[in-house]
């Protein structure tokens, strides 16, 4: 049902270098740039995330409570994005691991301050 979550950046470049490398080992690529805007998926389709710099030239900010969630597909991937997040800069905002049953979560803090969650169900 989701098509996409854009979230705002300060340097279009640097997020969408971010992104690339943290979303590689999931087969993530961009799969449109126009400049101020590139949205990242994979081969097989699904929901896209997109990161731009805002429509009005005003800064970007993250806002509270909203958060972006990836599912790549595993643990063992939830694990690998989330360090290969923070080796890239991200901060922590909650190591890797069970959250409830049936629910295994990492959590960060893009290069922008934008909450992002690697998860993985069952």
């Given at each position: 049902?989701?098509?996409?979550a854009t979230?705002?950046?300060a340097?279009?470049?640097?997020?969408?270098?971010?992104?690339?490398?943290v979303?590689?080992d999931?087969?993530?690529s961009?799969l449109?740039?126009i400049?101020r805007?590139a949205a990242?998926?994979?081969?097989?389709?699904?929901?896209?995330?997109?990161?731009?710099?805002p429509y009005?030239?005003?800064?970007?900010?993250?806002?509270?409570?909203?958060?972006?969630?990836?599912?790549?597909g595993?643990?063992?991937?939830?694990?690998?994005?989330?360090?290969?997040?923070?080796?890239?800069?991200?901060?922590?905002?909650?190591?890797?691991?069970?959250?409830?049953d049936g629910?295994?979560?990492?959590?960060?803090?893009d290069?922008?301050?934008n909450?992002?969650?690697?998860?993985?169900?069952?």
């Open positions: 049902m989701i098509a996409y979230i705002g950046t340097d279009i470049e640097k997020s969408k270098a971010f992104y690339l490398a979303l590689a999931m087969g993530g961009i449109m740039d400049g805007l990242f998926g994979t081969a097989n389709g699904g929901a896209m995330l997109a990161v731009c710099t009005n030239g005003e800064a970007p900010s993250p806002g509270n409570g909203n958060m972006v969630s990836i599912a790549p595993s643990k063992e991937l939830v694990d690998k994005l989330y360090a290969k997040a923070i080796e890239l800069g991200a901060t922590d905002e909650g190591a890797p691991g069970p959250r409830m629910f295994y979560g990492g959590y960060i803090r290069l922008d301050g909450k992002i969650c690697f998860c993985n169900f069952g």
